[in-house]
């Protein structure tokens, strides 16, 4: 309903509003079913606006995603002329937009990402400690690594214990997507 009518709705719905058009009594159980729809992945809070959510266009039908090139440790994304398409499993993908890339170096071995293994990642510009993130830095390199963000510092951890993680000052860290899928060939 809010879908076909989103482009009616100049301004907002208030809460009260919300209710009354879903038939719900109290604004609790109106935030408990935003919630779900958030988890679900159909909407998105809006960044900068107090209480502002979105829809989330559905992800595309057809199992293809784009293939924008290769990420390694502490080097860029080498990137395609023309984006190429990989065929990826619906089951490695979420309704967000995703794109692919092919892994290069050591780096995350022991999170079992090896070199030449496939990424599924989903494009979004927050990420939760903890997840392993594509992340540019300085807006020059780009890198597959483990995110670990603290008031005024983000730590880049890579899972080899030959590495260290490095940290940064937030400003030079800019999130690029959250990996949520992983391929690999055998031969």
């Given amino acids: 309903?809010?879908?076909?009518?989103?482009?009616?709705?100049?301004?907002?719905?208030?809460?009260?509003?919300?209710?009354?058009?879903?038939?719900?009594?109290?604004?609790?159980?109106?935030?408990?079913?935003?919630?779900?729809?958030?988890?679900?992945?159909?909407?998105?809070?809006?960044?900068?606006?107090?209480?502002?959510?979105?829809?989330?266009?559905?992800?595309?039908?057809?199992?293809?995603?784009?293939?924008?090139?290769?990420?390694?440790?502490?080097?860029?994304?080498?990137?395609?002329?023309?984006?190429?398409?990989?065929?990826?499993?619906?089951?490695?993908?979420?309704?967000?937009?995703?794109?692919v890339l092919q892994v290069t170096g050591d780096s995350m071995c022991e999170a079992g990402i090896l070199d030449g293994d496939y990424v599924v990642i989903e494009h979004r510009e927050a990420a939760r400690n903890g997840e392993i993130v594509v992340a540019l830095i300085h807006g020059e390199e780009t890198t597959l690594k483990r995110i670990s963000q603290e008031p005024g510092r983000v730590t880049l951890i890579p899972a080899n214990q030959a590495l260290s993680p490095v940290s940064f000052a937030p400003a030079d860290v800019a999130i690029q997507g959250v990996l949520v899928g992983q391929m690999r060939a055998y031969r």
Avoid: W
């Avoid at 729809?37 to 900068?48: D, M, R, S």
């Fill in 1 to 99: 309903m809010l879908r076909e009518n989103a482009a009616d709705l100049a301004p907002a719905p208030t809460l009260a509003g919300l209710c009354r058009l879903l038939g719900l009594r109290s604004r609790g159980s109106l935030h408990k079913h935003v919630q779900a729809l958030i988890a679900a992945g159909l909407v998105e809070p809006i960044a900068g606006r107090y209480r502002g959510i979105r829809l989330i266009p559905p992800a595309p039908a057809a199992d293809t995603l784009p293939f924008l090139g290769k990420i390694a440790a502490g080097r860029p994304i080498d990137a395609l002329p023309q984006a190429e398409t990989m065929e990826v499993p619906l089951h490695l993908r979420t309704s967000r937009p995703c794109y």
